[in-house]
Structures are given as C-alpha cells and as structure tokens.
C-alpha cells in the first residue's frame, strides 16, 4: 500500500505564491508518475499537472500553465506544485495522487490518493 501526504496549503491573497509538497511512503513502486489534482465546492475534482517518474515528462492543464510547476525528487519520493499569480478561482482542496506507468490527466488512472490540503486564495 502506497500512502501519499500533502502539505503546503493555506489562505493567500491574489497574486501570491504556495507551495504543495506531498511525500510518498510505504510500498512504492518503480516507475511511478504522480500528479495533483483540484476539487472545489460543487464541481468535480480535475487534473492540475502531473510528472513520471524520471521528472521527463510532464503535463500541465491550461487553466495553470504558466503559473503553475511540478516538479519532483524522486529519491525521496516527493512531488511539489509550485503555484505562482494565484487567482481566486484557484480555491480548492489539492490532491496527490500516484499510478504505476505513465503520466496521463484522467482521474480514474490514478490508484492512491492523499487526504488533500486546503488552498484559498482571496481576492
């Protein structure tokens, strides 16, 4: 069983910065590409950015692109979203998530899930 562990969120003021860590633990697998995805209130949860296991490949949605960047270390099986001009819609719970393979934006791929960590930004 994988467990993964989110930290980092918290309430910021438009145009802010953060900075989500979420570490891997238990019994890992190799190759493994990990990904954060979004859940607010009343909508369904989506696909933020997502990186395998070499830190080669990665895929950002177009709703972020430009001021959102993941990133990992994979020695330490870590993932970080670094979110940069942070907009008011960007409120929600961030979740990461893990699958065996490829990288790929569909939530039904991706088999362990942590308990997310808040991200409010006001306006």
């Known amino acids: 069983q994988v467990q993964l562990v989110e930290s980092g969120g918290g309430l910021v003021q438009a145009g802010d910065s953060l900075r989500l860590s979420c570490t891997a633990s238990?019994?890992?697998?190799?190759?493994?590409?990990m990904a954060w995805f979004r859940q607010s209130p009343g909508k369904e949860r989506e696909f933020v950015a997502g990186?395998?296991?070499?830190?080669?490949?990665?895929q950002t949605a177009d709703s972020v692109k430009g001021r959102f960047a993941i990133s990992r270390i994979s020695t330490e099986n870590s993932v970080y979203l670094q979110m940069n001009s942070l907009k008011p819609e960007d409120t929600a719970v961030y979740y990461c998530?893990?699958?065996?393979?490829?990288?790929?934006?569909?939530?039904?791929?991706?088999?362990?899930w942590g308990e997310g960590t808040q991200v409010a930004v006001s306006s």
């Open positions: 998530a893990a699958k065996y393979g490829g990288v790929d934006w569909q939530i039904s791929s991706y088999a362990y």
């Open positions: 238990g019994r890992t697998f190799n190759p493994y590409s």
């Open positions: 990186i395998n296991w070499s830190a080669v490949t990665t």
